[in-house]
């Protein structure tokens, strides 16, 4: 076992060897961000015991211009390097880089390579990381542009909308419609890395308040809403009348009686309306407005009519047809009114009456009945000691023992009975056609004998 043991910690140590570079020697952040004007510090952590190791590195910016930036080793930096301006000299043994304050010379991709030989061993490990410098400036709150300034109409126009920021680096844009994202589609393109906002062609479901907003790693700001209306319709076109009876496209209304139809659509801006009788041969224009006013006597039969509605802006239109029937109905519109709610009330009523009734029913049957004294004569009465005994019902019963006399009066014509405690009763009833019965022949030897004793 010993053997073993010894082999797996040689393995363990020269595993390093074997593999070449321990990234996890050294560890810094792959990107950091920081303000033009301001120092940063990026920050390197050594991970291996500073005594006994030796270490030599050197910082490189590779981009967007090449070039060495400072050497160093374990106690001191080599000084026949050209430093920048910005960047401070590394105090060994801290290997950290440190710029006093950022420009955008600054802003690119930066290398640290350094050879590192650790305690008790003889070759070095070279650990190569990168990082990623960004020079951020503060974003300025954006502004929507529009390249329409008069309002759309559906289906015939586009519009561009640009999200301008005039300070900060490295914006970042989203739109949002009614603060909601703004997602891309056929009609909803994006270009410029978001900043533009390109709708072709626009509809009705384009209408709303449109915003953008930018944010970049140390700033966030969003613009103010701009309202975008569209001309559109007309939609969802019908006839309406507070009279009569409507079943379908069929009017019922009462003769004699002035009746008022409204004509109805979803369109921006409102419709033109043109109202028109429909015969078999032929149409007649009756008026143009939203409502139509009928004088029901004037209708003999049942008569066909046309709603026609026309936006003037959108030059689109759209029309639905109708029948009136003149009928006398009296007031059978409201009484079908008062009906449905009368039901709607009654079904209320019926049902908290059945729960009163419910509720009054039980209260009766606890007060007659007293089922909690039946239940407790139940569980207080004594179990019978012998099994299959007969239980005659008058176990209890001590008073009923005795004789009995059935009388019968002939002047009646129903037979009633008597009962008397002894034979003395029979001299003071001579008359009477009697019959007398020794009720009680045999009591059963019980334990209750004793009682009756």
Same mark, same amino acid.
């Given at each position: 076992m010993g053997s073993v043991a010894a082999f797996m910690n040689l393995l363990l140590c020269a595993m390093p060897l074997i593999s070449g570079a321990n990234p996890e020697l050294i560890s810094l952040p792959s990107v950091v961000n920081g303000i033009r004007g301001k120092p940063l510090f990026v920050a390197v952590e050594k991970n291996f015991n500073e005594e006994g190791a030796q270490f030599q590195g050197t910082w490189f910016q590779l981009s967007p211009n090449p070039s060495h930036l400072v050497t160093f080793d374990n106690s001191k930096v080599i000084h026949d390097m050209v430093l920048r301006e910005t960047l401070e000299h590394i105090t060994p043994p801290n290997i950290s880089l440190n710029f006093t304050s950022l420009d955008e010379a600054d802003e690119g991709d930066y290398q640290l390579k350094i050879n590192i030989i650790l305690n008790g061993q003889t070759e070095s490990e070279t650990v190569i990381k990168n990082v990623k410098i960004t020079v951020n400036v503060p974003l300025s709150i954006p502004v929507v542009e529009t390249s329409h300034k008069g309002t759309l109409v559906e289906d015939q126009d586009n519009i561009t909308l640009t999200c301008t920021v005039e300070k900060g680096t490295n914006p970042k844009y989203d739109w949002f419609r009614n603060n909601y994202v703004v997602i891309? $589609?056929?009609?909803?393109?994006?270009?410029?890395?978001?900043?533009i906002l390109h709708i072709n062609p626009?509809?009705?479901?384009?209408?709303?308040?449109? $915003?953008?907003?930018?944010?970049n790693p140390i700033s966030h700001y969003q613009s103010e809403d701009m309202e975008l209306s569209v001309f559109y319709g007309p939609y969802n076109l019908e006839v309406n009348c507070e009279q009569g009876l409507k079943i379908g496209e069929v009017f019922t209304v009462n003769k004699g009686e002035m009746v008022f139809f409204d004509c109805l659509a979803d369109s921006n801006p409102p419709n033109t309306c043109v109202w028109i009788s429909r015969n078999d041969n032929s149409t007649e224009v009756l008026m143009t407005g939203p409502r139509f006013e009928l004088a029901s006597h004037t209708l003999g039969h049942a008569t066909n009519f046309l709603c026609r509605a026309f936006n003037n802006i959108t030059n689109k239109q759209d029309e639905t047809q109708f029948t009136i029937v003149v009928a006398n109905l009296g007031k059978e519109r409201e009484n079908l009114v008062q009906e449905e709610t009368a039901v709607s009330s009654l079904a209320v009523i019926a049902v908290f009456s059945l729960l009163i009734i419910v509720c009054m029913l039980i209260v009766l049957f606890w007060k007659s009945c007293h089922p909690s004294k039946a239940f407790m004569k139940i569980y207080s009465r004594p179990i019978p000691e012998q099994k299959g005994l007969h239980r005659s019902g008058h176990e209890d019963a001590t008073e009923d023992f005795g004789i009995y006399e059935f009388v019968s009066i002939p002047e009646k014509m129903e037979s009633r009975e008597a009962s008397c405690r002894s034979l003395t009763r029979l001299d003071s009833a001579r008359d009477l056609h009697t019959t007398i019965y020794d009720v009680i022949k045999h009591v059963p030897? +019980?334990? +209750?004998? $004793?009682?009756?004793?």
């Open positions: 891309p $589609s056929k009609r909803h393109i994006f270009l410029q890395d978001n900043s626009v509809k009705k479901e384009d209408i709303g308040a449109y $915003s953008c907003a930018v944010h030897e +019980t334990p +209750t004998l $004793s009682l009756m004793k």
